[in-house]
């Protein structure tokens, strides 16, 4: 069981993301909420709107050697490298939860090659599966992903071929490590894309320093960086993004208050996801979530729109 009954009218937190509707715009961020139901001891996920599973590969990937994870002022740099069951496993163990629970998901997906892309998105289709984010950006893995998603042509190509074959509801998250973030939006606008979310964590390195014994003993980590310390970041590439683009745009990066999410909205974004922070706050998106509601409640805003237009 979560913690909370569901707790509102869904007139006043629906959102329709060019035909793809929540019951809330707070989603929780892919590889920070696991596959299904990880999190029902903190959180009742009927309150929010979906979550965004793990990163699903065509087989089953071990991920990065070594340390994996470090915390850094205001945030975490991570090189898990996309572990994960992949997408067999997934359909058989995984998503029978999800339906029985009935808990509104995203499937996040990567691919090292085009073709494990398209046929892991094909295997989604013919399994029913509404939704999935392409996960084009991930830094901490040595081939794919990042790859496709910093080039608009590769990232055309890439989306028109998922295109073709997954007749759902398709998200492309986007890159921050790029030169022309607007550029990439158009590309996978243009592509058949009808969604984009960002932004994925940034390129970061993190050195911790011992001096033992008249010598250093030294830990590098070098990743994605993530948390608080994006928020800015994140901000201003949304801004961008929704400057150039029709489709909705999800926002994500740093996202730990109700206010944070004001922010995004505010920026343009229509949704946002929330990562880093459920690891230090595994009930993080069900008490924002409560504290919309909350808001909506006492300012008289009725909906999401209202809201939005508000802010805007």
Do not use: H, W
């Not at 909420?33 to 959180?43: H, L, R, S």
């Not at 040595?142 to 509801?169: H, M, Q």
């Not at 970061?204 to 310390?229: A, H, P, R």
Request: glycine share 8%; aromatic share 8%.
């Amino acid at each position: 069981m979560g913690l909370t009954d569901e707790i509102f009218p869904k007139k006043n937190m629906e959102v329709n993301l060019n035909g793809f509707k929540l019951k809330s715009p707070i989603l929780a961020a892919s590889g920070t909420f696991g596959y299904a139901d990880e999190y029902e001891n903190y959180v009742n996920v009927s309150n929010i709107g979906a979550i965004v599973t793990k990163a699903i590969s065509l087989k089953p990937r071990f991920g990065n050697e070594g340390c994996r994870l470090f915390e850094t002022t205001g945030g975490l740099i991570n090189r898990i490298g996309l572990e994960n069951i992949g997408i067999d496993e997934f359909i058989e163990k995984k998503l029978p939860v999800l339906k029985e629970k009935n808990i509104a998901f995203i499937m996040n997906t990567a691919g090292s090659t085009f073709e494990e892309y398209t046929e892991t998105a094909r295997i989604a289709q013919n399994a029913g599966i509404k939704a999935i984010e392409l996960n084009v950006s991930c830094p901490n893995v040595k081939e794919g992903c990042l790859e496709f998603g910093t080039n608009p042509d590769t990232l055309s190509y890439l989306t028109e071929a998922v295109r073709k074959v997954y007749k759902g509801f398709l998200i492309v998250k986007l890159t921050p490590n790029t030169n022309d973030i607007k550029a990439l939006a158009l590309a996978a606008e243009k592509s058949g894309a009808d969604c984009i979310s960002a932004i994925n964590t940034l390129r970061g390195l993190g050195i911790k320093l011992e001096y033992l014994n008249n010598e250093f003993k030294k830990t590098m980590v070098q990743g994605g960086l993530s948390g608080k310390c994006i928020k800015p970041a994140a901000l201003f590439m949304v801004k961008s993004i929704t400057e150039a683009v029709k489709i909705p745009v999800i926002g994500i990066g740093g996202i730990s208050t109700f206010e944070d999410v004001l922010e995004f909205f505010a920026a343009g974004a229509q949704a946002v996801q929330i990562g880093t922070e459920n690891f230090t706050n595994p009930d993080i998106t069900e008490k924002i979530t409560l504290d919309l509601q909350n808001f909506l409640k006492k300012t008289g805003i009725e909906t999401m729109d209202e809201l939005k237009r508000k802010l805007k």
